[in-house]
């Protein structure tokens, strides 16, 4: 989930408007928290520890979606696809790696079955 998004639930679920939020984040006003919440800016790591601090959350919540979209390795397919793989059910991610593991040749490793059990004589 884009950090944005990140940002707009975290403030609905606590009732919290970008003018709540400016007040407890340093050097950053209203209009700043708006467009990190609109993912126009992103703040910087003060700014993420304190958005973590004023929203009860661990800042690694916060920073995993942004440090992803930092990741040079990663092509636009691979975030879209990321993406898409998030918004699905269990069991659509499961069908969509079979396919996709099947169309690129690779072998999945199955998960280890649960031992059977035995009568006791």
Same mark, same amino acid.
């Given at each position: 989930?884009?950090?944005?998004?990140?940002?707009?639930?975290?403030?609905?679920?606590?009732?919290?408007?970008?003018?709540?939020?400016?007040?407890?984040?340093?050097?950053?006003?209203?209009?700043?928290?708006?467009?990190?919440?609109?993912?126009?800016?992103?703040? @910087?790591?003060?700014? !993420?520890? =304190?958005?973590? %601090?004023?929203?009860?959350?661990?800042?690694?919540?916060? #920073?995993? $979606?942004? *440090?992803?979209?930092?990741?040079?390795?990663?092509?636009? @397919?691979?975030?879209? !696809?990321? =993406?898409?793989? %998030?918004?699905?059910?269990?069991?659509?991610?499961?069908? #969509?790696? $079979?396919? *996709?593991?099947?169309?690129?040749?690779?072998?999945?490793?199955?998960?280890?079955?649960?031992?059977?059990?035995?009568?006791?004589?």
């Amino acid at each position: 989930m884009p950090l944005a998004t990140t940002l707009r639930l975290l403030a609905k679920a606590r009732g919290m408007s970008p003018a709540d939020i400016a007040t407890a984040i340093p050097r950053a006003g209203v209009a700043t928290v708006s467009a990190w919440m609109q993912g126009e800016k992103l703040p @910087g790591k003060d700014q !993420l520890d =304190a958005l973590a %601090r004023t929203f009860g959350v661990p800042a690694g919540a916060l #920073l995993a $979606e942004l *440090a992803s979209t930092f990741d040079p390795a990663r092509t636009q @397919g691979e975030h879209e !696809l990321l =993406a898409a793989y %998030r918004e699905l059910s269990p069991t659509q991610r499961g069908a #969509l790696i $079979e396919v *996709a593991t099947s169309m690129a040749g690779v072998r999945r490793a199955r998960p280890p079955r649960a031992p059977r059990k035995t009568a006791k004589r």
